[in-house]
């Protein structure tokens, strides 16, 4: 009878690595980019709408963009905590993405319920029907996916019940729309202090670097590992931003990425923000998200920063999931070397 540590030596995790995290090469489909009077389609699939008045404003909201809108069949539909069964919030977003009027797929808000969805996706229809499918938190499951089995980049920008404020808008027009290869840097307004007080960078280590743009939403991304809808990590830029989360588990979600062999394989690290991430009941005696960020990443000898303008606040990015991007983590910025839309 074999021995417990040979049994353990002829099954080890390197195959089981090998089929989560790295899916075989695929080629990149962008999406046509957007333009006045295109229409956007509207759907819930994770949360309910609980509001109509929700759904009414992301439709001004948009049309004020010069765009027309379009709902999805059950996008009022609720079972439970989620917006419908699985299969009729699938069935929007075919049917969203099978309309050759819709240029756009934009959910109204996360929640949860996305990964439910994965396995009855038709990624056939999807990569035959390519556009802008864009959202944050729990649609970071969707975002994922669908870039991992069908190459086509996907945006982590604002939901339908998102600020639609001067900011986050003029990154939406400039990456979606005139099809810019920004360079996303953070504000750096002093107001009428004597330095900077909001939306500073951090550098967690210098340098410059080249990769792939991919991430979201962490606690999202870290509970896909060991499924077959991530994408191959080598020589990516990992974004990741989160909300109300305490720092155990976010040093939990990082060193389940760590075991997982996805953050030796990634080429540059970005994170974004945590919103009402505090130390919980651990107080004072708790680890700080600085020390989390530092003991993790720094080890890792590649370029890292903290801060960037993504996650569960006003103001955000438009961040392509897909394209080639330089990381400059001296200077808090990310490069866009090539346009995300078509």
């Known amino acids: 009878m074999p021995s417990r540590r040979s049994f353990l030596q002829a099954t080890s995790l390197v195959p089981f690595l090998s089929l989560t995290a790295n899916q075989p090469p695929i080629t990149v489909i962008k999406p046509s980019r957007l333009k006045a009077g295109d229409t956007i389609g509207l759907f819930c699939p994770a949360a309910p709408a609980y509001s109509q008045e929700t759904v009414k404003i992301a439709q001004e909201s948009l049309m004020a963009l010069g765009f027309q809108t379009k709902l999805g069949p059950h996008i009022y539909d609720r079972y439970g905590y989620l917006a419908g069964r699985d299969a009729d919030r699938v069935a929007d977003l075919h049917a969203l993405f099978d309309d050759r009027s819709v240029k756009a797929v934009m959910a109204i808000h996360g929640g949860w319920g996305c990964a439910r969805l994965l396995p009855l996706l038709d990624y056939n229809l999807i990569q035959r029907n390519p556009k802008i499918l864009i959202g944050y938190s729990d649609i970071t ?85 060991g499924s077959p809808y991530l994408p191959d990590w080598k020589n990516t830029i990992l974004f990741v931003e989160d909300t109300h989360e305490d720092v155990y588990r976010m040093d939990r979600m990082l060193t389940h990425l760590k075991l997982a062999g996805i953050l030796d394989q990634i080429s540059g690290f970005v994170f974004g923000k945590c919103s009402d991430c505090g130390p919980g009941s651990g107080g004072y005696g708790s680890l700080t998200l600085d020390d989390v960020l530092t003991e993790h990443i720094i080890p890792l000898n590649k370029p890292a920063y903290s801060g960037a303008m993504i996650g569960h606040i006003r103001d955000k990015f438009t961040v392509p999931l897909g394209i080639d991007t330089e990381i400059d983590a001296t200077a808090g910025t990310l490069r866009l070397l090539e346009s995300a839309v078509s």
């Open 141 to 225: 499951a969707l975002l994922l996916a669908i870039y991992a089995k069908t190459g086509l980049v996907t945006m982590h920008g604002p939901v339908g019940s998102a600020t639609f404020n001067a900011y986050t808008v003029d990154w939406l027009k400039r990456v979606l729309i005139d099809g810019e290869a920004v360079t996303m840097r953070n504000p750096t307004e002093k107001g009428d202090n004597l330095t900077q007080v909001q939306d500073r960078i951090t550098t967690i280590r210098p340098g410059l670097a080249r990769g792939r743009l991919v991430g979201g939403n962490l606690t999202v991304l870290s509970h896909l590992v």
